[in-house]
């Protein structure tokens, strides 16, 4: 018979631990609950919960100070026990304080039942010793998308397989064109919600007008030209996974919208205030340092937090260069099969000569050339004088070095888009490669610069 997990519900309020109690234990828990931080520490000393619940505010402290000095004494004594941290929604700020100091989640009050028994649930699968091995474990994992055996990509799809079967949230990072979207369709595709939907949202392409009706949905009439009813993102996506790229992107007032939801898993449609309850898992994408930008300002802190419970960072195809041999073989086999043509040879110097190229548009630049080379090429063993004639190098810094000195960063910006778009006659794509960026991304920017092409 498999033994309970035990959990520790540290509050001062009477009600709010009898709550949490029978709540737990109807989710088949074994639960101890304690009103402070003396009684709390006394148990901890001696025994080791799998969870710790706990609130941030006491009758002596307003200020969550008392909070935080228990949850780093509990830290201590209980270094590897997930805490899990219960505040208000204007003590975020404080919750954020406790991640950094090693909690592992938190939720605000008027809790959702659903939303903190999930985040129980993911805190104590993580933290079985089964789910902290170091070993490769792809039994009943599957990643036929993904093309590679370079190290690199392998301690990316061992954290993967780890991963996969809880509800953790998970940020994916890296450069742009290095398969961040292969990865989340590979979490969700051996999750427990593979049956359910997959949901993609490019955030960096949905205006701020048009967030909450695109996420949440509106009713007919909620606004001009809202002539039918429209089902958001967040509704489409109930039961299964919905996958945030381009999450750096995002504006502050569309951020602080997605952490309500991401927080209490409820949202409202336009037009209709009745809140909706949805079950979905988070995972997010950036090529963006969100930390530098937590730092500038520009990112919150606390849906920083609220994301990135896992972090999975794509090494660039630079850092993975065996692994070329095998996506070229790929592209070729995909190009073959599309295009109704016989599969075409790639000779050893060709593969040599590919393989030493800078790619600083990762996967995606290697794709767009070996289709461009087969399918303009009539050889049947491609030299590397076939791909020499249709390689264009995205050479950013010949774009910048025709900037005109003394602009300000934003004019620079703008002009080197400008500059992209005029060498690649306005081929947003293909500027694209060459900046860095998704195509998303540049429109955003050609937006806000009113480039009209």
């Known amino acids: ?48 919960p799998d969870l710790i619940l706990m609130d941030m505010n006491f009758s002596l402290s307003t200020t969550g100070e008392e909070g935080l ?29 406790g991640m950094q100091a090693g909690a592992f989640d938190f939720v605000t009050k008027p809790w959702n039942n659903m939303a903190l028994l999930k985040t129980i649930r993911t805190a104590i699968e993580l933290n079985r010793p089964e789910n902290k091995h170091t070993g490769a474990d792809d039994t009943d994992v599957h990643f036929e998308k993904i093309i590679g055996r370079s190290k690199a990509l392998r301690d990316v799809l061992q954290v993967v397989s780890r991963i996969a079967r809880t ?28 049956c359910s939907p997959f949901v993609k949202v490019n955030l ?21 030209d809202a002539f039918t009813d429209r089902v958001g993102r967040f509704e489409m996506a109930d039961k299964g996974t919905i996958f945030l790229d381009e999450i750096g992107e995002l504006d502050l007032s569309c951020q602080v919208k997605l952490l309500r939801v991401l927080q209490d898993q409820t949202f409202e449609v336009l037009g209709d205030s009745r809140p909706r309850k949805v079950d979905v898992r988070i995972v997010s994408a950036t090529n963006r340092d969100l930390a530098q930008m937590v730092g500038e300002h520009t990112f919150r802190e606390d849906l920083f937090y609220r994301i990135n419970l896992i972090t999975i960072h794509l090494p660039a195809l630079r850092e993975r260069r065996e692994d070329i041999p095998l996506l070229v073989k790929h592209f070729v086999r995909m190009q073959a099969e599309q295009n109704g043509i016989p599969v075409t040879e790639v000779s050893s110097e060709a593969m040599d000569y590919l393989q030493h190229l800078p790619y600083p548009g990762n996967i995606r630049e290697l794709k767009n050339l ?7 090429s009539s050889n049947p063993l491609l030299t590397p004088a076939d791909f020499e004639a249709n390689y264009h190098p995205a050479a950013l810094s010949s774009v910048a070095s025709a900037v005109p000195s003394g602009l300000t960063l934003e004019e620079m910006e703008k002009q080197t888009i400008l500059q992209a ?14 900046l860095g960026l998704s195509r998303a991304a540049l429109y955003r920017r050609m937006e806000k610069y009113r480039i009209q092409i």
């Open 69 to 97: 000095v228990l949850l780093r004494q509990v830290k201590i004594f209980c270094p590897h026990v997930p805490v899990v941290l219960i505040t208000a929604w204007g003590s975020i700020q404080l919750a954020v304080q």
């Open 167 to 194: 509800n953790a949230s998970v940020l994916i990072t890296g450069e742009s064109g290095t398969g961040k979207e292969l990865i989340a369709e590979a979490i969700h595709r051996n999750s427990p919600r593979s």
């Open 370 to 376: 070996v289709e461009r080379t087969l399918l303009v």
């Open 421 to 434: 778009l005029r060498q690649h006659g306005n081929n947003v794509s293909q500027a694209a490669l060459q």
């Open 204 to 224: 960096g392409g949905i205006s701020q007008s048009l967030f909450e009706s695109e996420m949440f949905g509106h009713k007919k009439g909620a606004f001009t």
């Open 1 to 48: 018979m498999e033994t309970k997990s035990k959990i520790l519900v540290i509050d001062d309020d009477s009600s709010i631990r009898s709550s949490l109690g029978f709540l737990l234990k109807r989710a088949g828990y074994e639960v101890e609950t304690v009103p402070g931080p003396k009684e709390a520490l006394q148990i901890v000393r001696t025994s080791s």
